[in-house]
């Protein structure tokens, strides 16, 4: 049996929408998760992707700061806690509110 989860979020009236490659790891490594490859881009005026390639699967972020919001997803293969990876992420841009869906894809 192959355990995965996919954990899709929204996060709503951020505080901020600044990110590192290096703190986003870092929420992806709380997990268990093994990190293969981050990269990002950075659009211009504004609005950042980052994207973690892991062993598990994936995790990745999309800003939008003109509207104080940010899409969010994980999804591992595996035992990962994607809700640590969820906890360090509202910790570094404090949403106002939180949408998150949890999809069990599980065989």
């Given amino acids: 049996m192959i ?10 009236g951020c505080e901020t929408c600044e990110c590192t490659e290096q703190q986003f790891e ?3 490594k ?5 990190v293969i490859k981050t990269f990002s881009h950075q ?7 980052i994207l973690s390639l892991l062993s598990e699967s994936h995790a990745s ?11 969010l997803d994980i999804f591992t293969c595996g035992n ?13 841009l404090k949403p106002c509110r939180v949408w998150r ?3 069990n894809r599980s065989i």
């Fill in 26 to 28: 870092a929420a992806v």
């Fill in 80 to 92: 990962m806690d994607i809700t640590a990876f969820d906890k360090e992420m509202q910790k570094l």
């Fill in 101 to 103: 869906k949890d999809i």
């Fill in 43 to 49: 659009f211009q005026p504004q609005g950042l992707s």
């Fill in 3 to 12: 355990t995965a989860k996919h954990r899709i979020l929204s996060y709503f």
């Fill in 30 to 34: 709380k997990t268990g998760a093994h």
């Fill in 61 to 71: 972020l999309h800003t939008y700061p003109e509207y104080d919001f940010c899409y």
